[in-house]
C-alpha cells in the first residue's frame, strides 16, 4: 500500500501528460473523388483517367466478395471488403497506363478483375 501511494504521484503525472498529449487527427485524403466498385466479378469502371499532377482520391466500395485492388506500379495494394469503402490516394506525379487487378483469389472470375489507371500528361 505504501508502495502504491509512493508511485501514485507518478502516475498521476503521466496521466496528466497523456491527457495533454495533442490529439492526432485523421487527414482525410484530399482530391477529386473518384468512385469505384468491385463486385464479382469486375470493377467499375475499369479505365480510370486522371491528370498529371491532379490530386484524386479512389474511393472503392465493396459490393460483393472480397477482393484485393492491386496496382503494382504504383505501390498500391488496399483490401476491398463487402459494405466498406476504401479510400486510396492516387499518385498522378507520372503520366502512364498502369495496371490493376483483384489481388485476392475470389473465384470463378478472379482473373477478369482487371483494369487500367491512365494518367495523361
Ligand atoms: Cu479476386
Avoid: Y
Wanted: aromatic letters at 4%; charged letters at 15%; one cysteine or more.
Amino acid at each position: 500500500m505504501k508502495r502504491l501511494l509512493l508511485l501514485s504521484p507518478i502516475l498521476m503525472l503521466l496521466l496528466a501528460a497523456c491527457t495533454t498529449a495533442p490529439i492526432v487527427e485523421q487527414v482525410a485524403p484530399q482530391g477529386r473523388i473518384i468512385p469505384v466498385t468491385a463486385e464479382l466479378w469486375k470493377f467499375t469502371p475499369n479505365v480510370i483517367q486522371a491528370k498529371q499532377g491532379e490530386e484524386a482520391v479512389l474511393q472503392i466500395t465493396g459490393v460483393s466478395g472480397t477482393h484485393g485492388f492491386s496496382v503494382p506500379d504504383l505501390g498500391i495494394n488496399a483490401t476491398i471488403i463487402q459494405g466498406q469503402t476504401v479510400s486510396v490516394t492516387l499518385p498522378t506525379d507520372r503520366p502512364g497506363t498502369f495496371d490493376f487487378r483483384c489481388s485476392v483469389p475470389c473465384g470463378a472470375g478472379h482473373k477478369d478483375m482487371t483494369g487500367q489507371i491512365i494518367v495523361a500528361p
